[in-house]
Each structure stands twice: as C-alpha cells, then as structure tokens.
C-alpha cells in the first residue's frame, strides 16, 4: 500500500466515524434528551472535544502539511499502520458505545460521560501516539 492512500484510509475511518457520533449528540440535544435538571449540556461538547477532535485535528494537522516524496512510496513499517487502524477502531467503538448506553442505563448522562473519562483518556493517549507515529514515519 503506498503511503498516500493509508493516510486517506486512516483519516476516512475517523472522518466517517466521528461525524454520525456528532450528529446523534445534536440530536439528542436538539430533542431535549440532555435537558435534565442540574445539568448544563456544554458538557457534551467538552465531553466531544476531550475525546473526539484530538484525533480528528491530529490528521487535519497532518493533512496540511506539504506532501512529500515520500506520500508516493510503499509504507515501510506496514505493522504501525494496521495497528492505528485497528487501535482507531476499538477507540471509536467505545465512543458509540458510551453514548449507546446512555439512553439506557439509570446513572444521568453527566456521570457516564464523567466515569468514561476514567478509561477514554488512556485509550486515547495510545491511540494518537500511534497514529501519530504513523503519520510521522510515513513523512519521511
């Protein structure tokens, strides 16, 4: 695979991902599911911008640098590049799962997002370290 088309691969896979996540949040704002008395429901969208837009702005980022030589080449270490699609994978899944569960569980909304903080913020870190490798050893 050259490197130009598993950077598109890994940046379709969040883009695609990511944007019916945020259209199922403003729905459910829209129709009233987060208006729950003592909650204030800009803590969706800090909850969104935690967990969701470092990963979308790492490859917005990655995207606007100059393309390189390189972007026409073979991918060398084929291994970093499936395990940031894969690691990706798992991390949006938990994303969709966290905001599935929501509708049906007793615990309010604010603590969901609050106790999956816990574990998002951890998966996360890995998650864009290793599409960030990605990203930087295919400039090269």
Same mark, same amino acid.
């Given at each position: ?39 204030? !429901? ?11 837009? !470092?990963? *979308?702005t ?10 390189? !030589?390189?972007?026409?080449?073979p991918?060398?270490? !084929? ?5 940031? +699609? ?11 799962? *966290? ?36 990203? +930087?050893?295919?400039?090269?």
């Amino acid at each position: 695979m050259i490197v130009r088309t598993a950077k598109m691969s890994l940046s379709l896979l969040w883009l695609i991902a990511v944007a019916p996540l945020i259209l199922i949040l403003i729905l459910r704002q829209m129709e009233g599911f987060y208006d729950v008395p003592d909650t204030d !429901p800009k803590d969706i969208w800090s909850w969104v911008s935690q967990f969701v837009l !470092p990963g *979308v702005t790492l490859m917005a980022g990655a995207w606007t640098v100059s393309t390189s !030589p390189a972007d026409k080449g073979p991918v060398e270490n !084929p291994s970093v590049f499936w395990m940031a +699609i894969g690691m990706s994978a798992f991390y949006l899944v938990v994303l969709y799962l *966290v905001v599935a569960l929501q509708a049906g569980t007793p615990v309010p909304w604010p603590e969901t997002f609050k106790q999956s903080a816990l574990y998002l913020g951890i998966i996360q870190g890995v998650v864009i370290g290793v599409v960030g490798k990605f990203f +930087i050893e295919s400039a090269r």
